[in-house]
């Protein structure tokens, strides 16, 4: 597999780090010598790299490189215990939504979870921008009224992006944003691998209340860049695995914190 020479110099560590990841997605793999050449850095520090990204669950050391954590790995360890954990999550998220709310539910398999738990709610109104989770809320007996954001779709979000999409939103006003989250900075707030932030900034802007639905397993996990800072959250929900220590320094931030 030939890859050519860039010299690609990322100005810190964690654009480095998206970088070989971004490489991971379109290649599959990657080897020390290749990242040395292309980002034009030691090996010792292109093999650090790679050993937090997979000490973060997103690729396997392979002898002199890497690849991409095979999804049937992920899918056969922990699909059912993650399940469990995202529909407990969703469960606690329908809680808070009331009839006649005007809610907004972002692209993600955390915040997919919470529209079976819609199926009793009265006149719900909602948007989004996943054609998946469109596609579901059609099949509720108790179907909601739908409202899509439109724009460019972007592959590797599989949900709409962009300044159209942003237009749309600014059009109307929401009770509350279910989002999801790549990691969660316990300084910064909510962060992701994708570039493409603005839209979510968006979401929180125009809904009154900005609900963050996440695994335990993403507390503490750091990404490139910032999607929502934590005074945009009003509360953050996940599962009964956070510990008290975790739980203390997302609310110093004035952010709810419930487990479910």
Request: glycine letters at 6%; aromatic letters at 4%; a negative charge.
């Amino acid at each position: 597999m030939e890859m050519t020479k860039r010299h690609i110099q990322p100005r810190n560590t964690q654009q480095r780090r998206h970088g070989i990841m971004q490489l991971l997605l379109e290649r599959g793999e990657v080897s020390v010598d290749q990242l040395v050449q292309l980002f034009d850095t030691s090996e010792v520090t292109i093999r650090k790299d790679l050993t937090v990204l997979e000490n973060n669950g997103f690729l396997v050391r392979r002898y002199g490189g890497a690849i991409l954590m095979p999804q049937e790995l992920i899918e056969d360890e922990q699909e059912d215990f993650l399940s469990e954990r995202k529909l407990s999550i969703a469960k606690l998220a329908a809680e808070r939504i009331l009839d006649h709310n005007r809610i907004i539910i972002d692209s993600g398999t955390t915040t997919a979870a919470l529209i079976k738990q819609l199926n009793n709610k009265q006149g719900l109104v909602v948007m989004t921008n996943s054609m998946y989770v469109a596609n579901e809320l059609r099949s509720l007996e108790n179907e909601p009224t739908l409202l899509m954001t439109g724009g460019t779709w972007d592959k590797a979000s599989e949900s709409f992006q962009g300044k159209v999409a942003e237009q749309v939103l600014r059009s109307y006003n929401f009770d509350q944003l279910f989002i999801g989250a790549d990691g969660i900075d316990f300084e910064r707030g909510t962060t992701t691998f994708n570039e493409l932030v603005g839209l979510s900034q968006v979401m929180a802007e125009v809904a009154r209340e900005v609900i963050v639905m996440v695994e335990s397993q993403k507390i503490g996990r750091k990404m490139p860049n910032v999607e929502l800072v934590w005074q945009q959250i009003d509360v953050l929900i996940t599962d009964n695995l956070l510990s008290e220590e975790s739980k203390k320094r997302i609310e110093a931030h004035g952010v709810e914190v419930i487990c479910a």
